[in-house]
């Protein structure tokens, strides 16, 4: 199954009550295969597509404030439209799931993957102190794990969660083994506009706060629940670091291939570790900050122009050197290259 | 010969807008001189002439008035 | 085993789902398989193609700038490719859809008439699945059987009485596939 | 003798319980405390109100959900009526409702409005046309009329360069997903009870599954227009009212 | 004069040739005075009111691309709607000047002063690799004198620069002093669609490339770029560094509180050091990095939950604690805890 | 014999030089060409290359400006009109326009429509409808016909979930500030020729002042479609011009 | 010399301009002011105020939590104000908007019938200027010459023939504003 | 009678999609076996009937057919 094929297919499993979409290059694939199986019959899953991507993430808020699972998909540009709506979801804490395939930018750029909305997924693209948990798949299989796993989480902290996809793993098919048909929700939550039942007072969704002093109180709310998600959902894999003397890093499809080229290292006698951020936020900043002492050098591999590198940084605070490789705008490294990028940065720089 | 109304005024949510004054078939409203503690200057019974139209209830936007009218 | 294979030509001679079939045969071998397109329809004309993996490993990249096997179907696809093939590797050209010959010597290069053949067989469709006969004689990676049940996950059910047809083109393939270079062959089991 | 009237018995006007006793911080003789009431007290008559989600995006009346006693969702400037398909569509049985000022409606939400009443939402869209951006500090809209002031036209709405003002109701009435869309008032008492019937109806209509029900309430923004209420209503009248005509605009055969 | 009222009055001093906004406290009045000022006698600036903020960014990538003086303004998620056309405009290397008058959020939030867009503005908001020029100013004089300032490296670098004031700065009243009425543009840029000459080809403005090599190479020279205005444009303010043992770092409105602070702390004997970056991008990266070394800890102070402190850290690298302190959500810290928070996380830290 | 007509003296029709000579990316058969000839025919023939912008968003025809022989700006999905209002702001004795596809003008644009078209741009706006996405694959377009079979309705477009087919050109009509509102086609000689006509008058117009003209061009999309070009423009004729009849709308007094 | 102000009432009492007023009065004297509103037609309703420093040194803060002067025209706002008053500073309040008196008796306590007087004067527009006066009477940090300056500054030029009034006003209000307690002067140039 | 015509087709840039033959009031035109280097089966003169009408051309979206027609 094509990834994002497979993702559409995890949302129907996962016991998606609403998708509003729109289509763009590279993820059309996960409405049109919502659309072709037609979920309104195996599950009763709403379809809809909206008439831009600002629609659909509000389309979103409106069905995650019912305590529905709600997602919409898309690509960076319309994931830059989404930013409003993204800051209001936070706000407002409600659960959704969030997918960008992310393709090469600035602007309209090509259709090619990359991974240069790091920045835009962690720090808050959006306006406001807020965070989304943003989980980067590496395999087919992950990209369809994930769905489930960004509902639980979302429902669990009533946050948004994003699955940082991109061109390559939602296009590329492998093997995936998907997870059996989960009910839909079905429990009225206290926090979501299901009509004011007589006894309770009404609900309001909402993100406005008139006094300054309240917004504060919501900030600090908010901080204290990212600090539980870091505390708790951390996620990474690592490859041969407990004797390794370098960190290759690296996350989503770009792992994969740097995970070659760390065989290719491996081979040429560098004792070479791979770490893996499954979750960027949280961040594994522990996991790079306890590894860190070990390393002559740290090598962060990505498609982009450096981004999850300053979170490499921050977490390493100094203890070794850390540097960046990418390709960017579409294209996407090579093994070789990488292990030449790293000859050249770690062991000769 | 209509029939007899009254009216009672929640003064603290009046804003003193004279909307209620202008629907009164009978001139039975006035803005007073004391303001609330809001600042408003609140609207105020001057008569009774009241005949229970409501109608004065009914447009006014902070849903101060009640209305009651003898039953026939 | 690992076999890396990039499939390249016009868009409409069925250039992606050959890299599928080739895959869900993998798969129905119980191999690891990689299937990757040139995507995008917002990228109108020019040629597409896709990288297929077929493994006994774990797959790292799905996506390689250098092949064990390039089947290129028009001649800028062979501009393109015939440099990214693996010394010791594979090159099949189609001979109707490219205008000059392959220039490397250090690689095995095969032609195959698919097109011709395929009019013979009076229906263009399995022009593909020609090739896909071809390769698999030259690289036996799947068994036959495997590609016909890979097949089957990929045409609509609607088709599947066309499968016989497929199968023969497959036969076909194996018969008219030309070798016309011989370099060292490079063991597909490395 | 008068106080023995102010009895139970007698009561023939009092706030309904739809609305609850928050004081509303709407400038004085604003009509958006006489519009929610009106659509509280048709919720109340109908009997709908554990049924009923709501909807205010940002404008003055973005703490509706302050004082209506139902459910209900703050949103985005604009994009109201995608929140409420958002809702309406994982509750195809509820009433859901949006109530959105002419800023929103007519300017930044254009498309979310016009795709709603296309696809026909099963919705109530509650538009208030006062003609000018309230909460902001009365900027011109998007409905705002030739020649009329506002803090952003401030010699007045010049056509030639700012544009036309939008009749954006008889537009989404061309609309074949739209059933029932008509403008009113709540001006006098007379206009308001007008404007109840309309929002019950609109209501009750929901349940046929028929499409879209837009109600456009022309109103008064006295702080916007720098007049005392009792004035701009009388504005409203002369000015408002020959260009944005109260009546229905597409009625069910 | 308002900060916001000062800085339109600037745009038209500065040559401004076409202004288009939305309204969105609290920066409304700076259309207002515009619309009052008519510039368009006064200049032949053009000011609309577009339909929305999505509307405005793409009639400044319109006017820009014809290489005019193009600016917008909004607050913080008027902001983020234009992530998108900022992506956009970056992307198609377009010179134009952005303001955000930031307040509270995420989402609607409220409208009170904050500086919780900082990630935005200097990560990248939008999709794809790309900076914008983002200049702080401090006083209602630097809102002025940026407007001017933020033209200049727009055209000079053709690179879209943001002014991050927030409702501090832009609504208060202080001495100020104008420059004097600039001419506007005459040039006809050859980068600018302008109609196309005869014995010229035509120009298009464009952010998009079909093959991903090429998008590289725009990406390189993005790149570049940022390197170069890394290498000549930063600025920044500092005071009594020379003999501090300890420094406080903000920006913006927050520094001038944060000043207080320190003449608190020096009061009390404490060697306090001030460093407020002028430009958050490019950022002092080398100035902290320098300071670093003499301190004994490092208290950034923001009006958000932690943002510019990642970036100090980054500039840091380990040589000394950074901490962070913030009010956020429209409350605005006053210079005595500020001083607390110094003795607390850096003195008894 | 027939040799010697191939002379300059007897050309009676060559390509403009208002396009270059790349080879379009188009599909064959794909009435985008056809159109970008008829806009480089007018607009050559008006004299006005070098006073001419134009601004092309994504979809199918994003390569617009790789094409036609004038300025052009690329522009984001749905934002041409207000990319196009500042280029015509800044440059009012330019011929500035856009050359939309329906997805951008009558989906994610329609805000961006309507109020450049409520403020009377001076602009032309060219509305490629063909219903359906081009670009990114045939998806359903706010345009595709009841029934009508596209990836995102793969059982047909069914009104009641997925909404009506929008006219927008029948809505731009209605604002006063459109001044010059027509639909053509391209799919057979006469029709182009008349498109042609079409084009030259709404860029001529410009010149007036008098507000936005908008020129709708059904066309087909065999890609999208599944069908050959012919097929399509057979299709088309029977489906696409019942519900968006060609024609003039609303044409200056 | 630093003198900072907050002036707190009802929206629509004047209060935002008092502020200006007296911040462009300190122009005209030639020192550095700040005015900073509680801002936001956003927020309907409730208190309005203004923060006004004037200084003879560049100001850091124009938002403070603790103030010389508090000037507050309606209940709220002295519940609000009245302990953000510094000790040894001034809390003047408008007597016919207030319903109870101040507590703190570490400050200097003033009350003013502004509305009253300005009922008096025929014209309640005046009251805020009463206000002012009363305000300069206890603090003469500007010269009245200045802040009629000032006041020509914010009123638009339409206006202009109401100066004398206003200027009348400002001196009846130095006339009526009341002491009421009195606690240690701060030095006003301190 | 109709004037004679001629045309000339472009053939690289043809892509083969029989608009043009469908326009041609008389049948000149077919599609040909042979592809470009596009792999476009191009559009190709069969006969000498033109009369240099320029339907072909009008229609023609890739802009490949120049029309000559003789002169009166
Ligand atoms: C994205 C965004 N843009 C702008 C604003 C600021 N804003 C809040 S309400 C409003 C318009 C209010 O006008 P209207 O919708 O007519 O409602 P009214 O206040 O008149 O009832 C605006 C522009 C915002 N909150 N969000
Ligand atoms: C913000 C954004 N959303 C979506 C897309 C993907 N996209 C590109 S073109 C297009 C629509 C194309 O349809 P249409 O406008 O009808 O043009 P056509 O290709 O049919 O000529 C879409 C959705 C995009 N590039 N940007
Ligand atoms: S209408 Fe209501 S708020 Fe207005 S004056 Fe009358 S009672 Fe008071
Ligand atoms: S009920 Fe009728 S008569 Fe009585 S006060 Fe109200 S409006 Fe006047
Ligand atoms: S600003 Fe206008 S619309 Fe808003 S509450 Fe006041 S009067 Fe009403
Ligand atoms: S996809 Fe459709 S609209 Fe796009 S080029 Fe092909 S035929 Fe034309
Ligand atoms: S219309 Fe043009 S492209 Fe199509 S077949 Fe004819 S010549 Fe070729
Ligand atoms: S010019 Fe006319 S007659 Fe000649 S080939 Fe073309 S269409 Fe046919
Ligand atoms: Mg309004
Ligand atoms: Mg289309």
Not at chain 1, 62 to 76: E, W, Y
Not at chain 1, 116 to 121: E, N, R
Not at chain 4, 46 to 56: M, R
Not at chain 4, 168 to 182: D, H, N, R
Request: net charge neutral.
């Amino acid at each position: 199954m094509k990834g994002n094929e497979a993702m559409a297919e995890a949302a129907i499993r996962a016991g998606c009550d609403a998708y509003f979409g729109y289509p763009i290059t590279p993820q059309s694939e996960i409405i049109e295969y919502l659309m072709h199986e037609n979920p309104a019959e195996r599950t009763g899953m709403v379809v809809l597509q909206a008439e831009s991507e600002i629609a659909a993430i509000n389309m979103v808020y409106g069905a995650a404030g019912c305590g529905k699972r709600a997602m919409t998909t898309s690509s960076s540009p319309g994931i830059s439209l989404k930013q409003e709506g993204l800051s209001y979801i936070a706000g407002a804490e409600l659960p959704c799931l969030i997918v960008n395939v992310v393709r090469g930018g600035p602007g309209l750029g090509t259709i090619q993957p990359s991974q240069s909305d790091y920045f835009q997924a962690v720090k808050g693209g959006g306006h406001g102190d807020y965070k989304l948990i943003v989980l980067a798949p590496a395999t087919v299989q992950e990209s369809v794990d994930y769905v489930k796993l960004g509902f639980d989480l979302a429902f669990k902290y009533r946050n948004p969660v994003m699955i940082l996809s991109d061109g390559i793993i939602g296009q590329m098919m492998e093997k995936v083994e998907l997870f059996e048909q989960q009910p839909l929700l079905t429990e009225e939550f206290e926090w979501a506009t299901v009509g004011k039942k007589p006894g309770r007072s009404s609900v309001f969704v909402t993100s406005l706060q008139l006094k300054p002093e309240e917004q504060e109180n919501v900030n600090h709310r908010l901080q204290a629940k990212y600090r539980e998600i870091e505390k708790h959902e951390v996620r990474y894999e690592s490859f041969l670091c407990d004797d390794a003397e370098y960190l290759l890093t690296a996350f989503g499809s770009c792992a994969r291939i740097t995970k070659k080229a760390q065989e290719i290292a491996r081979e040429k006698g560098y004792k070479v570790g791979l770490l893996r951020p499954q979750t960027l936020y949280p961040f594994p900043t522990v996991a790079f900050n306890k590894l860190a002492g070990q390393m002559k050098g740290i090598l962060t591999v990505e498609m982009n122009a450096g981004q999850m590198v300053e979170d490499v940084r921050l977490a390493v605070n100094g203890q070794t050197r850390v540097e960046h490789f990418g390709r960017f705008g579409g294209m996407i490294p090579d093994p070789e290259e990488i292990f030449q990028a790293f000859e050249q940065k770690i062991i000769g720089g | 010969m209509a029939r007899k109304g009254d009216i009672v005024i929640d003064i603290e949510r009046c804003k003193g807008c004279e909307v209620c004054l202008e629907a009164c078939p009978n001139q039975v409203l006035a803005i007073s001189n004391a303001v609330n503690s809001k600042g408003y200057h609140y609207a105020v019974k001057v008569n009774s002439n009241c005949i229970g139209c409501a109608n004065c209830a009914v447009v006014c936007p902070d849903a101060v008035i009640t209305v009651y009218r003898e039953k026939k | 085993m690992t076999e890396e294979i990039i499939i390249a030509g016009f868009g409409g001679q069925g250039v992606l789902s050959m890299g599928q079939i080739l895959c869900y045969g993998g798969v129905m071998q119980n191999l690891e398989v990689s299937w990757m397109p040139s995507y995008g329809p917002e990228m109108r004309g020019g040629t597409a193609n896709c990288t297929a993996i077929i493994s006994d490993q774990l797959i790292s990249s799905p996506v390689l700038s250098t092949f064990d096997t390039a089947i290129v179907l028009n001649q800028p696809s062979m501009d393109k490719f015939e440099n990214t093939v693996k010394p010791g590797g594979l090159l099949i050209y189609e001979e109707n859809g490219t205008t000059r010959k392959p220039q490397r010597t250090d690689i095995n290069i095969c032609a195959i008439s698919a097109f011709e053949e395929s009019v013979k067989m009076k229906n263009t469709k399995v022009f593909n699945m020609i090739i896909i006969g071809g390769f698999l004689k030259m690289k036996p990676v799947i068994d036959l059987e495997n590609v016909i049940k890979g097949l089957k996950k990929v045409l609509p059910d609607r088709y599947h009485n066309l499968i016989p047809l497929n199968e023969e083109a497959i036969r076909k393939g194996m018969e008219i596939i030309k070798p016309e270079h011989v370099a060292l062959i490079r063991d597909i089991h490395s | 003798m008068a106080d023995s009237l102010i009895d139970p018995g007698n009561l023939v006007y009092k706030r309904t319980d739809v609305l609850n006793d928050r004081i509303m911080h709407y400038c004085p003789g604003c009509g958006h405390g006489t519009a929610h009431r009106m659509l509280a007290e048709a919720i109340d008559e109908l009997g709908i109100q554990s049924e009923t989600i709501g909807v205010a995006p940002v404008g003055c009346s973005v703490l509706a959900y302050y004082y209506l006693n139902v459910d209900m969702s703050e949103a985005a400037h604009g994009r109201a009526p995608a929140v409420a398909t958002g809702i309406k569509r994982v509750f195809p049985e509820k009433y859901v409702f949006t109530y959105q000022g002419d800023g929103d409606l007519a300017a930044i939400g254009t498309a979310e409005t016009i795709h709603a009443c296309n696809r026909g939402e099963n919705i109530l869209i509650v538009f208030i046309n006062n003609g000018i951006y309230g909460m902001t500090g009365g900027q011109m809209a998007p409905t705002t009329l030739e020649g009329m002031k506002s803090s952003t036209s401030p010699r007045g709405r010049d056509i030639s360069s700012m544009g036309n003002p939008l009749k954006m109701t008889e537009l989404v009435a061309q609309l074949p997903g739209t059933y029932f869309v008509t403008r009113h008032s709540v001006h006098t008492p007379a206009n308001v009870r007008k404007t109840k019937r309309a929002l019950k109806k609109a209501l009750e209509y929901q349940k046929l599954n028929k499409g879209t029900c837009f109600v456009e309430i022309v109103a008064n923004c006295p702080s916007g227009w720098k007049m005392t209420p009792v004035q701009s209503n009388k504005w409203m009248e002369q000015n408002m009212f020959p260009f944005y005509p109260l009546g229905d605009i597409k009625v069910p055969e």
